[in-house]
C-alpha cells in the first residue's frame, strides 16, 4: 500500500480558497497513491481560533466539494485533513473527512480531545462523541486528529475497533516538536500498528508549525519523515506487517486492564 502524506504550508497571508486550490492540486498529483492524507485544519490553521467561526463550514460545504471530487479525479482514499465545521444545529466541530476514491465520503470524525485547556479549541468547539474506523481494501484505518495522539486509551480503543493503521492529521506546535515524534513512535509500538501522522508547514497566527510529518511501523521503526517545509512524503507499506507483529509479539493478547473480562 502507498501512502502520501501532504504536508502543506499554511502561512498567514493566503486565503482559505487559495489553500483549497492548492491542496486540491497536491492531491490530483498522487495518484499513483493508494492513500492520501492532508493536515488539520489546513484551510484555517489550527491555532487561528480567531477564524474559526467566519470560516467554518457546513459538512457539505465548499472543502467537501473540493476533496471529493479530488478523491475522484486522482482515484485515492483520501484523508482531506480536517475542517472547522458548522452544526446547523450545534457548535462548531473539528472534522476530518475521509473520502473513497470514487469520491464519496466514506467517514467523517469530529475530535473528541480537543485543545487549549481554557481556550482556543477547547472553548470554540464542541467535543466529538464518536469513534472512527475505515476499512480500505489493504488495512483498517483509526481515525485521529492531533490532541488525541497524547490519549493513549483512544488508540487502544480503536484497536479494538479493528484498527491496523492509525491516521493523524495535525497543525503541531515547533515547540513541543520531540512530542510529536515520541508520541507517533509510541502509539506505533504500543497498539502494533502503522502510525501515519502528518502536520503542516509554515507559520500561522504567530505559532511557526512542527512539519515532520511522519509514518512509523508496527515495531516503531520511522519508515519515513518529512522535513520543515512544505512536503509529500510518500512511502510504501506491508499491511501485512500488523498481523505478523501482533502474532510474533502477541502482547495485545496479555492485557488485563480496560478489559469487561480479563482475559487471565
Request: aromatic residues 8%; glycine residues 8%.
Amino acid at each position: 500500500m502507498r501512502a502520501s502524506l501532504i504536508q502543506i504550508d499554511v502561512n498567514e497571508g493566503e486565503s482559505v480558497e487559495s489553500r483549497r486550490r492548492r491542496a486540491t492540486a497536491l492531491v490530483r498529483e498522487q495518484a499513483d497513491a493508494d492513500l492520501v492524507v492532508l493536515p488539520e485544519l489546513w484551510t484555517t490553521g489550527a491555532f487561528a481560533y480567531e477564524e474559526f467561526a467566519g470560516e467554518a463550514e457546513p459538512l457539505e460545504g465548499p472543502t467537501y466539494e473540493a476533496m471529493a471530487k479530488a478523491a475522484s479525479d486522482a482515484g485515492v482514499w483520501l484523508h482531506a485533513g480536517s475542517i472547522p465545521e458548522r452544526d446547523p444545529e450545534g457548535p462548531l466541530y473539528n472534522t476530518a473527512l475521509i473520502f473513497s476514491p470514487s469520491g464519496d465520503l466514506a467517514a467523517a470524525y469530529r475530535k473528541i480531545h480537543r485543545f487549549g485547556f481554557d481556550k482556543g479549541e477547547a472553548v470554540l468547539m464542541g467535543a466529538g462523541q464518536e469513534l472512527v474506523t475505515v476499512r480500505l481494501p489493504e488495512t483498517t484505518l483509526g481515525v485521529a486528529t492531533c490532541y488525541d495522539l497524547r490519549f493513549p486509551e483512544l488508540f487502544r480503543a480503536l484497536v479494538d475497533a479493528g484498527a491496523e493503521t492509525m491516521v493523524v492529521s495535525a497543525g503541531w506546535p515547533e515547540r513541543r516538536r520531540a512530542h510529536w515524534t515520541l508520541l507517533a513512535q509510541a502509539r506505533a509500538v504500543e497498539n502494533q500498528a502503522f502510525v501515519l501522522a502528518c502536520g503542516t508547514a509554515g507559520t500561522h497566527a504567530g505559532v511557526p508549525q512542527a512539519g515532520h510529518s511522519i509514518v512509523v511501523d508496527p515495531w516503531g521503526e520511522v519508515l519515513a519523515e518529512a522535513g520543515a517545509g512544505e512536503e509529500v512524503l510518500t512511502v510504501d507499506l506491508d499491511p501485512a506487517k500488523v498481523a505478523a507483529t501482533r502474532e510474533q509479539f502477541p502482547a495485545l493478547k496479555d492485557r488485563l486492564l480496560g478489559l469487561e473480562t480479563p482475559r487471565r
